[in-house]
């Protein structure tokens, strides 16, 4: 017996872009707002992550920020010297155009769905990273998954758990200035959004939130635990 896991990570909710928005405002989002950055973002210390929101996107002196911030002046320089650091440390060398983005996440989508191992493998950075946001309310991975060949396995499989429902459907999207996809059900309620993080000619990341509670604004939120006729959260534990 074991325990379904619910939880997972804590992840942004994420932004859709309609397809009639500004493609300036979609560069924009995908450069400031992206769910990979805002991820990194939160892997820095509280004082690392608000001095450089501070200073780099809110453009605040360094002296208005070590007021804030409860620091000397050149403790805030260096706060946001190491933020800087290990947020550039994470970003890709070579940016990938959005023509360039939307034909990989295409074949991304299209290796996932026909159960192309091989072929998702290539796509997918050496080190990829899978994450998941179930809140503790919808099936999610406990912990971020890691590497080329252990991503595009769960990946495989998560896809044709999902498709072997009746009526399920993955909707292309934009989601918060990247590639991705809606995941919805046969009555056309949202049960999930997945998002790529692309650079470099290949996917770095994966964000899958399947947490509810960061779906409502999308509109009907499905229930993802019994569409997958897994136990609810609360409920009972089942079979390995």
Do not use: C
């Amino acid at each position: 017996m074991r325990r379904e896991s619910y939880v997972g990570e804590w992840l942004p909710e994420p932004l859709l872009a309609d397809a009639t928005d500004d493609p300036s405002d979609q560069t924009e989002m995908a450069d400031s707002l992206s769910l990979a950055f805002l991820v990194l973002l939160e892997s820095l210390s509280p004082e690392e992550r608000a001095v450089l929101l501070l200073r780099d996107v809110f453009d605040y002196g360094y002296d208005a920020i070590a007021a804030i911030v409860g620091k000397s002046e050149g403790n805030a320089r260096q706060l946001a010297a190491r933020a800087r650091r290990r947020v550039e440390e994470r970003r890709p060398r070579f940016e990938s155009s959005r023509e360039q983005r939307d034909r990989l996440a295409s074949r991304f989508f299209a290796a996932a769905v026909e159960g192309d191992l091989g072929s998702l493998e290539t796509l997918l950075a050496h080190d990829v990273v899978l994450h998941g946001d179930g809140g503790g309310k919808a099936p999610a991975i406990a912990r971020p998954v890691l590497g080329r060949s252990l991503v595009a396995r769960a990946l495989v499989v998560g896809v044709k758990q999902l498709l072997e429902v009746p009526g399920t459907a993955l909707r292309p999207v934009e989601v918060n200035g990247q590639p991705g996809t809606v995941v919805l059900d046969g009555a056309g309620r949202v049960v999930g959004v997945m998002a790529l993080d692309i650079g470099g000619q290949q996917v770095r990341s994966v964000i899958g939130i399947v947490n509810p509670d960061k779906l409502h604004h999308l509109g009907p939120v499905g229930d993802l635990g019994a569409l997958l006729g897994r136990s609810s959260p609360r409920g009972s534990t089942r079979q390995a």
